[in-house]
């Protein structure tokens, strides 16, 4: 037995449309999961509640050094 392998679809009220190519062109069986649709608000709720807020305790001069230095690699960067 092979891995299951995933492959997005949609339901239009009847049958299921594949939204990606299938991984074999042969017949086989497939289980298909329903997952409930979000609004455009629910999604971006649940967006904004993954992504939360920035945390630093250093200032901003100490922050902007930090960049500076990770990023530079060499290379001569002029001063702010």
């Known amino acids: ?3 299951p392998v995933l ?3 949609r339901f239009d009220g009847t ?3 594949l939204l990606e190519d299938p991984p074999t062109g042969e ?3 497939v289980t298909v ?3 409930a649709s979000l609004d455009e608000e629910e999604r971006e709720r649940r967006f904004r509640a993954a992504i ?3 945390v630093d305790d250093r ?7 930090d960049i500076y230095n990770s990023r ?3 290379r001569e960067v002029p001063p702010l």
């Not at 200032?59 to 050094?65: G, K, L, M």
Request: aromatic letters at 8%.
């Open 1 to 3: 037995m092979t891995a």
């Open 7 to 9: 492959v997005r679809g």
């Open 15 to 17: 049958r299921v449309v």
């Open 27 to 29: 017949p086989c069986d």
């Open 33 to 35: 999961e329903f997952i």
């Open 52 to 54: 939360g807020g920035w």
């Open 59 to 65: 200032d901003t001069d100490e922050i902007i050094a």
């Open 72 to 74: 530079t690699l060499g």
